[in-house]
């Protein structure tokens, strides 16, 4: 008989700890500073999370990679719906989708990083690699 062995998917990346996963986790809801600080609220709250953990774990640095990655592409996003409020009042629906997008994506990237499942966004410009 054959013995099945455990095989690890990335043998040479450290144990991903739960401390690893939480600030994961709050890499990506950091992003919520935006609601309260507009517009660079949503970069500078997962930026300083990430600049501060990166080194600590992989998973940190991916993770925060990618809020930081994806916050900036929602701000451009919206700098670019923005206008069209102004020009042809459908920049109001469309501005709407992408706050709930940002919030719903949030959130669902902090329960997968939570679980220690690396989650990456959709509709995301990989500006920092």
Wanted: proline share 8%; glycine share 6%.
């Amino acid at each position: 008989m054959s013995e099945v062995s455990e095989v690890q998917p990335h043998p040479e990346l450290p144990e991903l700890t739960n401390d690893a996963k939480n600030w994961a986790m709050i890499c990506h809801l950091a992003g919520f500073f935006g609601f309260g600080l507009p517009v660079a609220g949503h970069v500078v709250g997962p930026l300083i999370i990430w600049m501060l953990k990166r080194d600590e774990h992989p998973f940190i640095d991916h993770q925060g990679k990618e809020a930081v990655n994806f916050q900036i592409s929602m701000v451009i996003y919206m700098a670019i719906a923005s206008p069209t409020i102004c020009l042809f009042f459908i920049g109001i629906p469309i501005l709407a989708a992408l706050w709930l997008l940002d919030i719903v994506l949030m959130i669902v990237a902090a329960v997968s990083a939570s679980r220690g499942e690396p989650y990456r966004y959709p509709l995301t410009i990989r500006l920092v690699k």
